[in-house]
């Protein structure tokens, strides 16, 4: 009976397996199907890490606070460089006023200018792809050491002369204020707010890190 129902299913034509007596189906046929499910495979798969690949970037921080800090360094040392190489021979004219510079390195002052530059452009990686590696800490450590000298080199200056002529950070551009030492007081108080710009920049994503890890 079963030989009969099986010979009514299969065509006149098709050949069966001797064993089985089943139809025995056209190798092409077989190898539609094989490529068909590898292909659906194929693609299921790729479609799985895709998702994967986004939810991990999903998940990943965006250290918000520290790239804000970086632009806002980043935005500074522009600003510095542009001023001075717009006009370098007054921002040198106003590093002589203050005195405190020897004679053998006056020469370097044509170079502070495209240096900020050079700095700020280095620091547009930073906010990138850099912020968490090696050279994003060490550009950041680099431009917080020069704010460093800088505050020193501010603290050497004549009270007196600096109220009259500047810093020199931004050309010519000074506190108009009758308070006794306000350029002093104002530039302090702006470099320490970027020393700790720095901080947060540098500091920032290794505590967002150890509070993801323990949360």
Known sequence: ???LKLSMMRAPDQPTDAGSGLPILPAGEIESQSEDD???KGVDSAVRKDAKNEAVEEDQPRYVFARIAVVIIMLTWVIA???????ISKFVDIVDEHQVLPDHLKDLLWWVGPGELVMGLLLVFVIGSELRKPFGKLVLL????AIGGFIYY?????PVVLQTSGCGCWSDYRVASGIAGSERIMKYGFNVIL???????????????S???SG
């Open 81 to 87: 460089g542009f001023t001075k190489v717009r006009d």
């Open 142 to 145: 680099t431009s917080g050491a």
């Open 38 to 40: 590898s292909l659906s």
């Open 1 to 3: 009976m079963n030989d």
């Open 211 to 213: 509070r993801r890890r």
């Open 154 to 158: 501010i603290s050497l200056v004549d």
């Open 195 to 209: 020393i700790i710009l720095h901080l947060v920049a540098l500091f920032g994503p290794a505590m967002v890190d």
